[in-house]
């Protein structure tokens, strides 16, 4: 059996008012607390030393302010673009095609953006392959925030969505039962490959995706 339990804190509070805040220190406390409760009914139960457990977030959090804004329509004039499709961090733009090259080189001289093609996307980051993705693709560098449209007092002071390279998006892991080695420390994973990790514990045959059983398979006995 898998049960799966979701808090949506702290990444409401760290949107509002970022992870560095006190406001994400105070309920970090609280979060911990909740999980020990939760740990010590567990070992109440007659089947606990059949359970594994996995504590783990879906992303990290990284500071945002307003005064490191890019706004995509104030670099690319309107009469170039199709559409914008995305939201803060990374966004991908459909041009008029004769534009294509023009706003590549527009994009790509603003030092805190990272512009690719679509298809030219680094293979790392599982992205830009889906038809659904436009021509081009920009990203914000870390602190920075890219829109359209923006609205000065925008009130977020914190987002993920980086390039995954970066410390701060780095997730959680910690794990532990009759499946996991003891006292353990793994290199830094990706959290898809928890699928195939989660597969393996139940004996299920995992479906094909960017998971890479070979990151996760040394956490196990």
């Known amino acids: 059996h898998l049960i799966t339990w ?11 008012e970022g992870p560095e805040s006190e406001a994400i220190d105070s309920l970090i406390i609280e979060l911990d ?14 089947i606990y030393e059949d359970i594994n ?19 995509l329509n104030e670099i690319l ?11 803060n961090p990374v966004f991908s733009i459909d041009v008029v095609d004769e534009y294509e090259a023009l706003a590549m080189e527009l994009l790509s001289a603003n030092e805190n953006l990272q512009v690719w093609r679509t298809g ?23 602190h920075w925030s890219v829109y359209t449209n923006y609205e000065r007092g925008y009130s977020s002071k914190g987002t993920h969505g980086f390039d995954n390279d970066e410390m701060d998006m780095h997730a959680i892991f910690y794990a532990f039962g009759p499946d996991f080695k003891q006292n353990a420390t793994a290199p830094t994973f990706e959290n898809v490959s928890l699928y195939t990790l989660i597969a393996e514990i139940l004996s299920l045959e995992p479906a094909e995706t ?5 990151q996760v398979a040394p956490l196990l006995k």
């Open 120 to 142: 030219e996307v680094p293979e790392r980051l599982n992205y830009g392959t889906n038809p659904r993705t436009l021509d081009i693709v920009v990203a914000a560098k870390l």
């Open 6 to 16: 979701y808090f949506p804190e702290p990444d409401i509070t760290g949107h509002d």
């Open 33 to 46: 607390r909740y999980v020990g409760i939760f740990l010590d009914k567990l070992e109440e139960l007659p």
């Open 77 to 87: 004039p309107d009469s170039i673009v199709i559409t914008y499709s995305g939201s």
């Open 53 to 71: 457990v996995i504590v783990t977030s879906d992303h990290g959090m990284a500071t945002i302010s307003d005064d490191k804004v890019i706004q």
């Open 210 to 214: 960017d998971g890479k059983p070979e």
